[in-house]
C-alpha cells in the first residue's frame, strides 16, 4: 500500500508566528499585578521591581491609567509588559504637557523572547499614546516616578536595538554614582572651608520647619519642580529634617541644600542637591555634600549612591572630587512624530 507523503514540518517563521498568535495584549485588569511583578523579575533581574515599588510608583501614581499598562499574557502567565503614561494632573502649575508621552519601561519573559513580541508590546503602547496626541515620547526619564533615567544600553543591548528601530534617539547620557562610605571621615580641607565659610557669616545647619517655605521655592523655581515635590512628600511621609543640611548666605538668603532619603525613603540615596549659581565656585556645594556624607555615615550607611547627573558635568567633577565613581551610564531617549 501506498503511504501519502506526510506534510513538511513548519518553518520557524510559522512557528513563531504562531504562538504569538496565542498572547493576547491588552491593558492592565484586577490581578496582573504580582503576576506581572514576578515576570519583572525574571526578565530584567539586574534591576528587580518589589511589589510594594510597583505599587507606590505605577497603581498609586495619579496619573496612572490601567489601559496606558499593555501586558502581554500567554495562557495564565504574564510574558511581557509595555508601560505608557501622560500628564492627567500637571508637574507643576497647569502644564498637562499635552504632546508628551512616556514609556518608563517595557519587558518581555525569557521564554517569550525571539518571537517578536517586544515590538508588538512597545507598538501598542506607542499608539495607545498616539491615541492621546502625543507627539513626543521619552523613555524613560517619566518624573516623578521613574524607575531609572534610561537605558542602561550596556545591560539591554537587544532593548537598545529595538528603541532604535522604532525611532528613538539618544538625548542626552545620565550617569549614575556610587561611594564607599567605610572609614569615611569628613576631609581635612573640607573642615577648613566650612571654617572660613561660617567666619564670613554663612549659617549650615539642620532647617527648621519655617525654613522648608523657602526651601520648596528654591528647589522648585530654580532647579526642578520635581525636586521640589520630592523634598515635600518626603517630609510629609516622616522623612525627619535633619536628613537635611541647609546653608544660608552672610546676607541671610538660602543659598543651596544637600539632603538623602528623599526618594522612597532609602537612606543611602543621596540628593537631591542644589547650589544657587551665584555661590558657586565658592566652596559651599563641596562643604554641603560632605556635611550629608558624614551625616550619612553617622547613621551607619555604608555607601552613598544617585542615579542622575550628567557625565561631563561640573556636579560631576564636584562628585568625583568627593570620591563618587561612575557605576552605570544611561541613554535618555526621544522619540518625535509629525
Not at 1 to 27: H, I, W
Not at 132 to 158: I, N, Q
Not at 221 to 226: A, K, L
Not at 276 to 297: I, K, N, P, Q, S
Request: charged share 25%; net charge positive; with cysteine.
Amino acid at each position: 500500500m501506498k503511504t501519502q507523503p506526510q506534510p513538511p514540518p513548519p518553518s520557524p517563521t510559522t512557528a513563531d508566528r504562531t504562538t504569538v498568535s496565542r498572547v493576547e495584549v491588552r491593558g492592565f485588569r484586577v490581578g496582573d499585578g504580582p503576576r506581572l511583578v514576578e515576570a519583572w523579575r525574571h526578565s530584567a533581574p539586574g534591576d528587580p521591581i518589589s511589589p510594594d515599588r510597583f505599587r507606590s510608583l505605577v497603581l498609586l501614581d495619579a496619573n496612572f491609567d490601567p489601559q496606558g499598562l499593555r501586558v502581554a499574557v500567554e495562557g495564565d502567565r504574564v510574558v511581557g509588559a509595555a508601560y505608557a503614561v501622560r500628564r492627567l494632573t500637571p508637574m507643576t502649575g497647569t502644564d498637562l504637557e499635552p504632546e508628551q508621552g512616556w514609556i518608563p519601561f517595557f519587558f518581555v519573559a525569557p521564554a517569550a523572547r525571539g518571537r517578536g513580541l517586544g515590538r508588538r508590546l512597545l507598538t501598542d503602547a506607542l499608539d495607545w499614546l498616539d491615541g492621546h496626541g502625543r507627539t513626543r515620547v521619552d523613555f524613560s526619564s517619566y518624573t516623578p516616578h521613574y524607575f531609572l533615567p534610561g537605558l542602561d544600553a550596556e545591560a539591554y543591548p537587544r532593548a537598545a536595538g529595538l528603541l532604535a528601530s522604532l525611532g528613538f534617539r539618544t538625548l542626552y547620557e545620565a550617569a549614575a554614582m556610587d561611594r564607599a562610605l567605610v572609614g569615611y571621615r569628613l576631609p581635612e580641607h573640607v573642615g577648613r572651608r566650612l571654617g572660613e565659610l561660617t567666619e564670613r557669616g554663612c549659617r549650615f545647619g539642620t532647617p527648621s520647619d519655617d525654613d522648608l517655605v523657602e526651601l520648596l521655592a528654591l528647589a522648585g523655581n530654580h532647579f526642578n519642580p520635581d525636586w521640589a515635590r520630592a523634598i515635600r512628600e518626603c517630609l510629609a511621609a516622616g522623612t525627619p529634617q535633619d536628613r537635611i543640611v541647609v546653608v544660608r548666605n552672610p546676607a541671610g538668603r538660602l543659598a543651596g541644600w544637600a539632603m538623602h532619603g528623599a526618594y522612597e525613603s532609602v537612606d543611602e540615596r543621596f540628593g537631591p542637591f542644589g547650589v544657587l549659581e551665584e555661590a558657586r565656585g565658592t566652596g559651599l556645594g563641596e562643604v554641603l555634600l560632605h556635611l550629608v556624607l558624614e551625616r550619612m555615615r553617622a547613621r551607619g550607611a555604608h555607601s552613598a549612591w544617585f542615579l542622575w547627573t550628567g557625565e561631563r558635568s561640573p556636579a560631576a567633577h564636584l562628585y568625583r572630587k568627593a570620591g563618587f565613581a561612575t557605576t552605570r551610564v544611561f541613554r535618555v531617549l526621544r522619540r518625535e512624530t509629525a
